[in-house]
């Protein structure tokens, strides 16, 4: 815990700083479908949900790379990856910030990540706003239906941002347990909890 404080603190300031941007849509519930998007990948490639016709569904995240609570995340968000990619639930990583409110957000600062996902930069901040992201991790798992893509879960990746290993409640995992086995999610939607994601000023 002190070795985060710093990092909480300095997420205080940004936070603080965002009160005078402008505010995001409220986005979708659960139930919505998700209205694709094509967002440039820190490999230069455009990336899209219809991309990967294998896919049952997606984890989003809007995450980026100077949050304190994204980097507490992290580790976790690679994990997700990794255990539900091979299950048909790949994640992918989108940063909204404006770079010029948070510096360490550029798109070549992004580039500096090895992902084994997709790490989108939305730079219009709209993909954000559809979504009503309003923090930095702030998690959405997709399901698909057909040809469409529909909102299953929204919100915080488990109930403690502070320390892995003193999580109880892994949200996203029973959400994706129960998605798995045809059932809705018991818990579909949670607090996001993280930093105010930096939109560009007025």
């Known amino acids: 815990m002190k070795k985060l404080l710093p990092y909480f603190t300095l997420c205080f300031a940004l936070l603080l700083s965002s009160f005078i941007a402008r505010p995001a849509a409220d986005g ?3 139930g919505d479908k998700a209205t694709d998007f094509k967002l440039k990948n820190i490999d230069g490639k455009m990336v899209s949900l219809a991309d990967n016709k294998a896919a049952k569904g997606y984890i989003v995240v809007f995450t980026c790379n100077t949050c304190p609570f994204a980097k507490a995340y992290e580790s976790r968000i690679i994990d997700l990856n990794t255990k ?12 909204p910030n404006d770079p010029a409110v948070a510096p360490g957000d ?35 798992v997709l399901t698909r239906q057909g040809n469409d ?40 939607s949670t607090k996001a909890i993280g930093c105010t994601i930096k939109w560009k000023r007025a």
């Open 84 to 95: 539900y990619a091979p299950k048909g639930y790949p994640v992918v990583a989108i940063n």
């Open 106 to 140: 550029s798109y070549a600062d992004m580039q500096k990540k090895k992902y084994a996902f997709p790490y989108l930069v939305d730079e219009s901040q709209q993909v954000a706003k559809t979504y009503g992201a309003t923090r930095t991790p702030h998690l959405y």
């Open 28 to 30: 979708y519930k659960v």
């Open 149 to 188: 893509f529909v909102v299953s879960y929204i919100g915080a990746i488990d109930d403690n941002s502070e320390d892995a290993s003193l999580v109880k409640t892994k949200y996203v995992e029973n959400a994706l347990t129960e998605i798995l086995a045809g059932k809705p999610a018991t818990t579909n």
